[in-house]
């Protein structure tokens, strides 16, 4: 079972995510959240809105509503670093 332990805004969607088991990345989410046309997707695609986010329990939550699960964001801290 993976969990972030640390995030840092890095820019426009970007994240350096920290979990558990060491792995640490930049991870780039705006087509996550262009693509998913839920209200609280695109609540977060606000600039202010995405870097209102702290990390709760496993993983990172906005402000806005929006929590993605740790396990979703390991696969693509995993894929940021293989590309």
Do not use: Y
């Not at 699960?69 to 390991?74: I, M, S």
Request: charged letters at 30%.
């Amino acid at each position: 079972m993976v969990w972030v332990t640390g995030a840092s805004h890095e820019g426009d969607c970007r994240l350096r995510l920290r979990f558990n088991d060491g792995l640490e990345a930049v991870v780039d989410l705006e087509n996550v959240l262009r693509n998913d046309s839920r209200p609280v997707f695109q609540a977060t695609l606000d600039p202010q809105a995405f870097e209102r986010f702290r990390v709760d329990l496993d993983t990172v939550v906005w402000e806005s509503g929006l929590d993605l699960a740790p396990e979703f964001l390991h696969e693509l801290a995993e894929a940021s670093r293989a590309a």
